[in-house]
């Protein structure tokens, strides 16, 4: 099958790649720059020299037609849409995460429409952002799903920079189940919405750890010694997914499962916390124990009034069985550590 994936040079696109060469599919990843396509060339040098991998520039998705060349290589079925902004450090979220999240979503949509007929299906990297409510974080009654939707709005997004980063998820994929049903495409579309992933980072990814992805970071900062004197607090979303069920999920749901479609997929395999994550490092890398808080240390543990969530019909749709936060911790560890933390 031919695969359009956006974003190739992201944490998650790198396994969707990987498992999408493995499994002998024909890939066209987009990426910003010259300097972020080497790297991706190198690590897949015979699909590269086939023509199997094929790397196309798109320097800025904010750009309403940013995708309508890319979309135009005869013979596509399937587009990832995974490229958004995930990160922290914006001076103005309008510019720098909610365009780029929003009209990137809306330009590729309206591209294969206008120019791709031969696509089918299209998956669109959402989040649990796009399903959390910020006002029910500590309410036990409530109970997040496949059919939350965060009431965040485009009014909320100078409150705070993790609503910033919500609500540019929350309305790129309300953008994208609005065009669905006001545009009526040959495709339909599937979002996968997974919470905090953790897990290897793809070994060609690696320019020393300051350009760690944002999820990953408290993992650095766990084994580099920052935790020493207090573990700081889980957050106010406690639930995770290891990266290879991320690119396992877009992978079914892209070209496996046509029963997924019209459907958002909420993927993760439960609730985790800092304390815990403590433990299994402590456990499994005796010899980080002088970076590591000492047992004495507090902090971290699950508050007791928290949301529960509920994603059985995810489970059922994908068939999945979730790698457990020990080895993805294990294994995310492992590989920082060979990154050079
Ligand atoms: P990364 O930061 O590693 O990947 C983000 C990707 O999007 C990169 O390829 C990046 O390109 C690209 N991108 C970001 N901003 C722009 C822009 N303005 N123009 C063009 N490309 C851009 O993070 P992840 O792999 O974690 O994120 C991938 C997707 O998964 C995102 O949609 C994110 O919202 C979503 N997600 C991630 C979660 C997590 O915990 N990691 C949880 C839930 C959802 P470049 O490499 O050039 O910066």
């Known amino acids: 099958t031919k695969v359009l994936l956006t974003g190739g040079s992201g944490f998650i696109a790198a396994h969707i ?20 396509a080497a790297p991706i060339r ?4 015979d699909q590269t020299s086939s023509g199997d991998l ?23 079925e399937v587009v990832l849409h995974t490229a958004s902004p995930f990160h922290f450090k914006f001076k103005d979220p309008q510019k ?3 365009d780029p999240a929003v009209i990137g979503t809306t330009s590729i949509l309206k591209a294969i429409t206008l120019h791709a007929p031969t696509v089918r299906r299209v998956v669109i990297t959402s989040s649990f952002a796009a399903i959390i409510d910020e006002s029910k974080l500590t309410d036990p009654s409530t109970v997040f799903s496949e059919t939350s939707w965060n009431p965040v709005t485009q009014a909320d997004i100078h409150s ?8 540019s998820k929350k309305l ?33 990814l690696s320019n020393g750890l300051q350009g760690i992805n944002t999820s990953n970071e408290r993992l650095v900062s766990l084994i580099q010694g920052g935790w020493r004197d207090g573990v700081p607090s889980t957050g106010q979303a406690f639930l995770w997914v290891d990266v290879r069920d991320v690119a396992t999920a877009h992978v079914r749901a892209g070209l496996e499962l046509p029963g997924a479609g019209g459907k958002r997929l909420f993927t993760t395999a439960g609730e985790f916390s800092n304390a ?34 509920d994603n059985k019909k995810t489970v059922e749709v994908l068939g999945i069985e ?20």
Request: hydrophobic content about 40%; charged content about 25%; overall charge negative.
């Open 17 to 36: 790649l990987e498992q999408l060469i493995a499994k002998g599919h024909s890939v066209i990843t987009t990426v910003r720059s010259e300097d972020k």
């Open 42 to 45: 190198a690590a897949y040098p």
């Open 54 to 76: 094929r790397i196309e520039i798109v320097p800025d998705i904010a750009q309403p037609d940013a995708f309508d060349e890319v979309v135009k290589i005869p013979g596509i």
């Open 96 to 98: 720098e995460l909610i």
């Open 160 to 167: 705070s920079p993790a609503t910033a980063y919500r609500a």
């Open 172 to 204: 790129a994929e309300r953008a994208a189940w609005d065009f669905i049903s006001s545009e009526k495409p040959n495709f339909d579309l599937v979002t996968i919405n997974p919470p905090m992933v953790f897990g290897p980072v793809a070994h060609h």
């Open 276 to 309: 815990w994550m403590v433990d299994i490092v402590r456990r499994n890398f005796p010899e980080l124990k002088e970076k590591l808080p000492g047992p004495e240390v507090k902090g971290g543990e699950l508050p007791d009034k928290r949301p529960r969530f």
């Open 322 to 341: 979730w790698i457990p936060f020990e080895t993805s911790v294990v294994d995310t560890v492992r590989s920082l550590l060979a990154h050079g933390a």
